[in-house]
């Protein structure tokens, strides 16, 4: 009689298999279905490959071609056929790591001769990872000793130093103390963790997508490798809906469409990561800055202001010169004391608080800055307003009692989900940030109070959201507020954080009604975030057409021939009258082409006049994304323009 395992399902069910079976064998048993999708299986809480067999008594779950984790092993196994294919086109090459990343992998190698990859060069290696696909070859999971991993990787410096542990790897770390190794054989072997997927057959939906250059180890000091990008995905619809979406992404740029429109720039005079602001930009910033400001004062917020730098004791104070040193810019000396630019706005409205003696019903006290700050940003992570060294945030830090916290956090996300309504977006999701394991101040037990506040706030609101261990500031935990754009991507934009710290280092206190003194609570919110990063955004979502409220011009009135140039003033003095930005192109060019600028500027409204609109008091309406009309009255044009215009009004 032959010898059975059992095992257990993530459902709570038995699966009996004959003895020897693996994780594969345990799809298969479960319909070819999932045998079919299977990728790798966790087996007792390990991930391990489909070869893996199973025991006696072990819960087994299949990790399948859907899952997000079955993705990232696609993409992890592809980043190997990716380094296989290099080595073999390019003799005398090494590599260094290639781990998946979000959509996607990556690999690191270094051409002899300091040579570099070129566009055909990405096609020939596409074509040779088809080949090595085609082959079917299977990963091979193996184990062996430090000596035994150095004759096999001689002549590859990168795989000597992780070997070496001079360089980190977490592709390759093991519990056992030997390396461990994936090959495909005989053609390739590579240091590795795993799991990956049964053989390169599984594979095939992908795409390189581009070379860039980056530091060994991410040191300026260490030679610059070629990295070469590429995306991986389980079925060839979702390449294709991935590329699509890329596609959308270049054309909403939101550094093209600043230039295009003549919005903003980033002059080199002034440095990286720092942008001038144009015109037109900087009516719709004031635009959005205005409406951030009568929604906090309309919300009960005590506007402040604090200057843009401050001696070292305030950050000393803070915890900053601890904990975010290497993100503030170095220090000027003057009047015998180090001056630093702030990189944040929290300090100094612990310094308004403890200006004077506080009463509890003066709580919750709600601060509110547009506050400029200045963070050191590595030149390399630098990308547009999305990541900028000079930014204001809409900073508001709030001072309420302990029992004031919870209502207080559901009201401030209420409020921070209103305000993103009105500028377009529905579509939220939350992440709950805990301690981080060691760069934190204070007693777990205030942590634990926070963190519980913030995850009482997320239920009474019903927002959808996911824990992120150790992803809290230094001082507290936090909520941030995650929005879906028009094609699908998630941005991180609003943050409330719930702090006992500061209060603590600031010795804040304010008299109860028990007349004894107690310690505030503070709790930290940026609606925005940064209001450059949140004009990015927008930019990108409505692809530059900024909806009427917001655009920098929301008509223009063109004239058919110079002799009804005087009327259009006369219609531009009527809207502007009305409180609507409106101006006139002169008919120094054909009217197609100043319609086409006007179109591509992707105005709202563009109304055009001739011999009928002069008699008449009418204008020829031409809005975008609507079909053309004529005749249409002066004062029902401003009507629609009103009605257009109060849209902000109705989301909020």
Known sequence: MSSTVTITLPDGSSRVLPEGATAADVAADIGPGLAKAAVIATIDDEERDLVTPVADGSAVSIVTDRSERGLYTIRHSTAHVLAQAVLDLFPGATFGIGPPIEDGFYYDFQLPGGATFSPDDLERIEARMREIIEEAQPFVRDEISDDEAR?????????????????????SATASGLVRTYENPPEFIDLCRGPHVPDTGRLGH???????????????RNPMLQRIYGTAWATKKQLKAHLHRLAEAEKRDHRRLAADLDLLSFPDELGAGLAVWHPKGATVRRLMEDYSRQRHADGGYEFVYSPNLAKAGLWETSGHLDFYADGMYPPMEMDGASYYPKPMNCPFHMLVFSSRQRSYRELPLRLFELGTVYRYERSGTLHGLMRIRGFTQDDSHIFCTPDQVVDEIASLLNFVLSVLRAFGFDDFTASLSTRPPEKSVGEDEEWERATEALRLALVQEELEHEVDEGGGAFYGPKIDVHVRDAIGRSWQLSTIQVDFQLPERFELEYVGADNARHRPVVIHRALFGSVERFFGVLLEHYAGAFPTWLAPVQARVLPVRDDHEDYAAEVVAELKSAGFRADLVVADEPLGGRIRRAKMEKLPHVLVVGDDDVEHRTVGENPRGGDVERDVPLDEIIERLRADVATVDRAV
């Open 206 to 220: 992908f795409k390189l997508m581009r070379v860039a250059g980056a530091y060994w180890r991410g040191d300026e």
């Open 151 to 171: 004759e096999v990787f001689a002549g590859h410096p990168y795989k000597l130093e992780i070997i070496d542990g001079q360089a980190d790897d977490p592709m």
